[in-house]
């Protein structure tokens, strides 16, 4: 299995970058694509992921991680934003999710955060991401949901994301996006 990591990013059009970034890839291709401003904190994430996708690819075609700050509370670790800065205690929570969940992903009834998204090829043909809008994630997961597909969050797999750090009002703050 081939899991290929992706950060694209084309101004004003990060749906068409991931697009222009996928149809690269050889058909038999597993795609994770990554914010720029997230960090695996275990020496064996592409290990962990190998394993979450043998165990979860008939079940899910669309799989997130869990997070230290992003707007749903459902890929939140705690169900709130972290304003703690230590990697080192996030490693620790890494580590610790790993151990507790391993490679159990549950359904979630709305969208994944664009922060990370693990999907086979296949999935993209089907259902490619909107260009030109700020909301690729939210209008690939509802279209992959639309098709008859599960999206699901891996509870094992814990990534630190900067997620607009600093700002007042993060969840809101989307000018970079536009």
């Excluded at 890839?25 to 996708?53: E, H, K, N, S, Y």
């Excluded at 304003?83 to 507790?100: F, K, L, S, T, V």
């Amino acid at each position: 299995m081939s899991v290929f990591y992706l950060t694209p990013w084309k101004t004003g059009d990060i749906g068409g970058g991931i697009n222009e970034s996928v149809a690269l890839l050889p058909a038999d291709a597993w795609v994770c694509v990554r914010d720029g401003d997230t960090l695996f904190l275990t020496p064996d994430w592409g290990a962990q992921i190998g394993q979450i996708i043998a165990c979860n690819a008939g079940r899910f075609d669309v799989i997130g991680a869990m997070t230290n700050r992003i707007r749903s509370p459902l890929q939140l670790h705690g169900g709130e934003l972290s304003e703690n800065g230590d990697i080192g205690y996030h490693r620790e929570i890494a580590r610790q999710r790993w151990r507790d969940h391993g490679t159990s992903v549950a359904e979630v009834p709305g969208p994944l955060a664009g922060m990370c998204l693990i999907f086979h090829r296949t999935v993209w043909e089907r259902v490619p991401f909107e260009p030109y809008t700020i909301y690729f994630d939210k209008r690939f997961c509802a279209r992959v949901r639309e098709s008859g597909g599960r999206l699901g969050v891996a509870h094992g797999l814990y990534l630190f994301h900067l997620y607009r750090w600093g700002e007042i009002d993060p969840v809101n703050s989307i000018d970079h996006l536009r």
